[in-house]
Structures are given as C-alpha cells and as structure tokens.
C-alpha cells in the first residue's frame, strides 16, 4: 500500500470521505501542489489576454480624456494608471475630481468599487499558495477583471502554470498605460469630451458591468436597495456621496440574505 492509499484508508477509519471519493477527483488544492512560475507561464498568460487587452486599450483611451477633464496632466493620468490599474475605480476617482479634493470621499467610493479584489484573489489561493510571497502578491498586484477570469479558466482547466496571472497582468498593464497617455493626450486637443457623447462613459461601463454580473432575479434585490439609496442620498446629499452609500447598502443587504 503506498503512502497516499494508507493515508486514504486512515481517513476512511476516521469516519471521514477520502479526497477521490468525491466526485471522483481531488480537491484542486491537492491537484495544484505542482504550480511552477516560470518564463513559459508568463508567455501563455501574456499571448492569451493579448486579444483582450486590446480591447481595454479602448476604455483607457476613455479614462484619459475624462482624467484630462477634470484637470490631470497627460503624466498624472499615466502615472495613475500604472499605479492603479482599476478601470471603473480611476473613472469613479475623476468623476469626484474637484478643487479642494475630497480625499475621504475618494478612498471610500474606490474601496468600495474594489472590495471584489479580496474575493477574487481569494479563489486563487489554491495556486497562489504553492508560490513565493513575492511572486503571488507581484502577480496580485496586476490582477483586473478580465486577466482574473481568465486565470480562473485556465487553472480549472487542470493548468498548473502559476505564472499565467503574471503574464495576463503585464499585457493588460501595458495596454492600459498606453491608452491612457493616448487618451489624455486627445483629450487635451479635443477639448470637452461631452461634444462627442463621451461624457457617457461612466454610465455605459456600469451598464456593461451591471450586464455581465446579472445573475438572475436573485441580483435584482440588491439593485434595487443600491437604487433606492443612491436615489434618497443624492435628494438629501450634496456631492457625489449616493454612489458610496448605494454600494455600502447592497452589499449590507447581501450579508443579511447570506447570514440568513
């Protein structure tokens, strides 16, 4: 009997369900003891969000002209991007961009937008896990929506290259700081975005974001207690305050119906 069958047959003595019992398969935290973080990896990652990456060049070129907007130099707007590297959260930011700057106000509404990092970095851990401090949290560091789920795919698709993360993080990077230079630089030219529609922009990626998160009727609850509030608050609040606390009462909401 080998090491792994004698320690099966102990938990079956212990009254417990050995792993390849369930289901037929090992829990992925066993499957993943052989993650490696390697140059292969990162090639992988960076070639399969290429594509997309792409793609979110386009919503950094909105994010630059609206940063410009509300007054950042082309090097601020860059510089915010590559230290940053949150889509929706940098748009919310400028959206509250004004002169004193509200620097509470700020931090709270992009800690709110970004609370999903902690989740999501979670369902990782598996993999990230079996890495370096170093390699794990670096690779965290560049993680967005998009590379995330794709990372997701690839890992549950039995892959072990713990590097994958890495490498979708760097092209997104790159096209994301790109774009907002691109973006900033336009806006500069241009002028008034709003002559061309782009004022919209914040709405239309909340409207895209609220599509691709629809879950089904269970998701309207928390939508409509997001509505309300955001709706009372900006009626009773002055400033940008109804996104934050329309945020903070779904996610109140959530955490009763899940506790429940």
């Known amino acids: 009997m080998t090491e792994t069958d004698s320690s099966d047959a102990d938990r079956g003595a212990a009254g417990e369900t050995p792993p390849d019992s369930i289901g037929g398969s ?6 993943a003891e052989s993650v490696t973080f390697d140059r292969e990896g990162i090639r992988a ?9 792409v793609g979110v060049g386009g919503y950094g070129i909105a994010f630059g002209m609206l940063a410009r907007q509300a007054g950042l130099s082309v090097a601020e707007a860059a510089l915010m991007s ?5 889509g929706a959260a940098q748009i919310v930011a400028v959206e509250l961009w004004t002169e004193p ?3 509470a106000t700020v931090l709270l509404a992009t800690l709110a937008i970004n609370l999903r990092y902690s989740l999501m970095g979670a369902a990782l851990r598996p993999w990230l896990e079996r890495l370096t401090p170093l ?5 965290l560091l560049l993680m967005a929506d998009e590379n995330w789920a794709l990372t997701m795919r690839e890992l549950k698709d039995g892959g072990s290259r713990g590097a994958f993360l890495l490498g979708t993080g760097i092209v997104m990077w790159l096209f994301w700081v790109a774009a907002t230079v691109v973006g900033a630089a336009a806006g500069g030219v241009i002028g008034d975005p709003a002559r061309y529609g782009l004022d919209f922009v914040l709405a239309a990626v909340f409207v895209a974001l609220a599509l691709e998160l629809w879950e089904g009727r269970a998701t309207l609850v928390p939508w409509l207690v997001a509505l309300a509030t955001a709706v009372v608050a900006d009626a009773l609040l002055s400033g940008q305050w109804y996104t934050l606390l329309g945020g903070f009462a779904a996610a109140a909401v959530e955490v009763v119906r899940y506790d429940e």
């Open 101 to 103: 700057i509200p620097i």
């Open 26 to 31: 090992r829990p992925a935290e066993v499957e």
């Open 135 to 139: 390699r794990s949290y670096g690779s």
């Open 82 to 86: 590559a230290t940053v590297l949150a």
């Open 45 to 53: 990652g960076f070639l399969t969000c290429l594509p997309i990456a």
